[in-house]
């Protein structure tokens, strides 16, 4: 979890510029948390709980694509505001 909060902290100290490779970095560290999630979750069984992480994992990771390969401008305000999601995310699991 903390690495991709620290690649998410990367492309985010780049701004105005897209850094690809913090971008990618955040990709692929926030997609190992999304599948360590689901194992959990197959392995404890769901609850509510580890459903709403899940659900904002993926949140994440969509923001942080839109990020990556923005149609217009680059969201960095939702990025920041994604950022925050998964550090509530790290809050939760200690």
């Known amino acids: ?5 620290l690649s998410l902290d ?3 100290t780049a701004k105005p ?8 970095a955040a990709t692929y560290q ?5 599948d360590d999630l ?7 069984g769901p609850s509510e709980a580890s459903r709403k992480r899940l659900e904002r994992v993926n949140g994440v990771i969509s923001v942080v694509l839109a990020g990556h390969f923005p149609i217009g401008a680059v969201p ?3 990025l920041d ?7 509530d995310i790290a809050a939760e699991l200690g």
């Open 17 to 24: 510029v897209v850094d690809g490779q913090a971008f990618s």
């Open 30 to 34: 926030l997609c190992k948390v999304r």
């Open 10 to 12: 990367q492309a985010l």
């Open 81 to 87: 505001r994604a950022r925050g999601w998964l550090a």
């Open 76 to 78: 960095w305000d939702e």
């Open 38 to 44: 689901a194992r959990q979750q197959r392995e404890e």
């Open 1 to 5: 979890m903390m690495k991709a909060l």
